[in-house]
């Protein structure tokens, strides 16, 4: 069973990606790294809309 969970994104992500590849790259690592456990599902804005296997 997923638990859905919404992270806050940090604006350096945004500051520090050249292009939507590395910007999903960032994203990625910074959940990944924060996060563990979590799956990203999309992005809304700031907020990513991640899965949480449990």
């Given at each position: 069973?997923?638990?859905?969970?919404?992270?806050?994104?940090?604006?350096?992500?945004?500051?520090?990606?050249?292009?939507?590849?590395?910007l999903?790259?960032?994203?990625?690592?910074?959940?990944?790294?924060?996060?563990?456990?979590?799956r990203?599902?999309?992005?809304?804005?700031?907020?990513?809309?991640?899965?949480?296997?449990?």
């Open positions: 069973m997923y638990n859905k969970s919404n992270v806050r994104l940090p604006e350096w992500i945004w500051e520090t990606a050249d292009n939507t590849d590395h999903k790259d960032l994203i990625r690592a910074y959940v990944d790294k924060r996060y563990p456990g979590y990203v599902v999309k992005v809304k804005g700031r907020i990513a809309i991640c899965d949480i296997g449990r």
